[in-house]
């Protein structure tokens, strides 16, 4: 009951913190990675952010500012001609659109977390950038708080995340999506892969055998899943604990956001709550 109470506060202080006022006052900010976006509103700066990708939909008076493209498509002169005083970028996946954009002078902060504490540390960044830093810290010791509670589970059933499916990708323990994994009470049974987020050989789900899988994508179904060649013997398979996108929110999952609260409580719910 504890853990659902400090989950509710946190929900408040989510919705007070992304109300957008009408009048634009100093920075303004330009957005092209919606958990940044995310982030940037739960430290009341949604009133100065000028432009945002299609894909930055929540909160959802996201929906209503200035696109300047897409996460992999960016539009430079809409973005000049916001006349942005900053421009959040997220690291690896932007590392171009950020390059290109500190040649035309224009201020660029990359703001990348791999890990848990890689997130607790962006959101003091970003605080420090929006002079939000007291609520900054405020924000990253509750989260900090609220995950600490977790972790702490003794029976850890097999686990196996799809985050995309042609081809069939999924995520070690080194993962942002691994940790929440392991936090949430759940045995990745790919602890190791090349990268982070990697291709991988259906033979080893198979051989590997999960209790449980999660599909993060959009178009795939639990009924395809079940009917993967070989598949069959695999424990979820015959137990029908296949969860998709229709179970949970895959942006609770995959957004370093504010979030992670909520798909932290939506794993747990999977893992332990038969």
Partial sequence: MKKIILVFVFSLII??????????????????????????CLLEGAKNIVGVTIECDYPKNLQEIEKVGNFGNINYEKIISLDPSVVFTSGLEQQAIASQLKKLNINTIPIYPQTIEDFFSAIIVIGEEINKLDRAEFVADSLKKII??????????????EIYGNPIMSVSDESFVGELITFAGGDNIFPKLPRDYSRINPEEVIM??????????????????MQRKGWEVITAVKTGRI????????????????????GLAGLIRIFHEK
């Fill in 15 to 40: 919705l007070t913190g992304c109300s957008k006022s009408k009048e634009l006052k100093g920075d303004r900010y330009v957005i092209t990675s919606p958990e940044i976006a995310e982030i940037v």
């Fill in 243 to 262: 969860y998709t996108t229709s179970d949970i929110d895959p942006d609770v999952i995959l957004r370093a956001s504010p979030r992670i609260i909520e």
């Fill in 208 to 225: 590997n055998d999960p209790e449980i899988i999660i599909l993060t994508y959009p178009g795939m179904t639990k009924e395809q899943v």
């Fill in 148 to 161: 600490q509670n977790y972790n702490k589970f003794t029976n850890l059933p097999r686990v196996y995340i």
